[in-house]
């Protein structure tokens, strides 16, 4: 397993992740835990100080707990999401409108009319809808891009 995540999980989605979120603001970002005497050394780690009762990265854990409040490291994941709804009803609003109902946002491949009752409830609060409508935006922002 540590194997396939070095191998694709890492390159292909966490670090070109960083990579990208990291580079857009110029920041030059660097993944210590990458270092090659880490990996190595995780590498020869017996699985008993991977993993102990059910839980993973044990070892770490254990280092962590003399640093850091236990509650802080005992903590589930929490991930990150941008905040789509205040962005479409705030500053991206207008871009919106235009690509989904403006005079050119006729499309064969969506039925308008269900986009602009979904974006009007969306607007009115009726309905939290952010994702469903933020893939639409791209799909017609592709569709004007290269079809049009």
């Known amino acids: ?23 857009a603001v110029s920041l030059e970002a660097r993944v210590p835990i990458l270092d090659h005497r880490v990996v190595e050394f995780a590498w020869r780690l017996p699985q008993r100080f991977k993993t102990r009762d059910g839980r993973g ?19 589930p994941k929490v991930g990150f999401s941008v905040p789509l709804d205040n962005w479409l009803r705030g ?4 871009w ?15 039925r308008m009319d269900r986009v602009a009752q979904t974006w009007a409830q969306f607007q009115s609060g009726r309905s939290e809808t952010a994702l469903g409508l933020w893939a639409i935006l791209m799909f017609r922002a592709w569709e004007q891009r290269w079809l049009q």
Not at 66 to 72: E, F, G, K, T
Request: charged share 30%; aromatic share 6%; hydrophobic share 45%.
């Open 57 to 75: 990265k044990w070892a770490l854990r254990q280092v962590l707990y003399r640093r850091v409040d236990p509650a802080l490291v005992d903590r």
């Open 96 to 110: 919106s409108e235009d690509l989904l109902l403006g005079a050119h946002a006729r499309t064969e491949w969506l």
């Open 91 to 94: 500053p991206l609003r207008e």
């Open 1 to 23: 397993m540590m194997l396939v995540d070095q191998q694709t999980y890492l390159p292909d989605d966490l670090l070109a992740k960083v990579d990208r979120a990291s580079m």
